[in-house]
Nanobody, 122 residues
Framework: VQLVESGGGLVQPGGSLRLSCAAS????????MGWYRQAPGKQRELVAA???????NYAGSVTGRFTITRANTENTVYLQMNSLKLADTAVYYC?????????????????WGEGTEVTVSS
């Protein structure tokens, strides 16, 4: 499985970015994809997950500001990030995994891209 993230960059507080992740390889056994992030000195955390059926789940810190979508035919997942805050600064990683149909319990598989860096700064 190969995952390639893109779309990161430098943005001011309140701004927006759209991250993309293209997945390839043997992904047919996974029914969900997710976005994680890791800030300096902190553990990697799940930001959002989406199932193949379109159910989504978000971390409380991003609910209402971030939106995860996917294009199944393209094996691509997106993360639209609005109203960005300084605390959103991190390296963002794409992941494939398994989930219940409602995306409440996402289990990541050990496949990661190189990440894309998001810096929110004035």
């Amino acid at each position: 499985v190969q995952l390639v993230e893109s779309g990161g960059g430098l943005v001011q507080p309140g701004g927006s970015l759209r991250l993309s992740c293209a997945a390839s390889g043997s992904i047919f056994s996974f029914n969900a994809m997710g976005w994680y992030r890791q800030a300096p000195g902190k553990q990697r955390e799940l930001v959002a997950a989406i199932t193949s059926g379109g159910s989504t789940n978000y971390a409380g810190s991003v609910t209402g500001r971030f939106t995860i979508t996917r294009a199944n035919t393209e094996n691509t997942v997106y993360l639209q990030m609005n109203s960005l805050k300084l605390a959103d600064t991190a390296v963002y990683y794409c992941n494939v995994g398994k989930s219940d149909p409602e995306a409440r319990f996402y289990s990541p598989m050990d496949y990661w891209g190189e990440g894309t860096e998001v810096t929110v700064s004035s």
